[in-house]
């Protein structure tokens, strides 16, 4: 992630089926994600089959909540559930993302803060 951002060349950038559990449930794309909130090149991501739950859509929502030149994010085939499809849904609406295309085929379903008894946080 940190290279990616520092790069300031990288426009498409495709990470399928690539992220790990570590022992505390965090995941290696949680932590890639973060470094993205200082990229400024970046148009296209595909995050597809990661392992994504709703915890990690909420690293990515405050990530990339101002990217300004990121469009098209591909989330396919994560669990994302109703939380992280609530976290993909807002960054796509916020007015300081410019993201434009949001690819969720096979996100419906996985675990929801009922399920697992962890906290949610409510944004508005």
Sequence with gaps: GECVAASGSLRSLKIV??????????????????QLSRDCSLTQLDVSVNRMDFRVALVMEDALQAHTKLKRI?????PLGILGMRSALRLLADPR??????G????????????????TFNAT
């Excluded at 570590?22 to 290696?28: I, R, V």
């Excluded at 969720?104 to 906290?119: I, Y």
């Design 74 to 78: 591909r989330l396919e085939d994560n």
């Design 97 to 102: 993302s410019a993201v434009m295309h949001l």
């Design 104 to 119: 969720t085929e096979g996100c419906f379903s996985g675990f929801d803060s009922q399920t697992k008894k962890v906290q």
């Design 17 to 34: 089926n690539c992220s790990s559990t570590m022992q505390d449930g965090d995941t290696s794309l949680s932590h890639f994600l973060e």
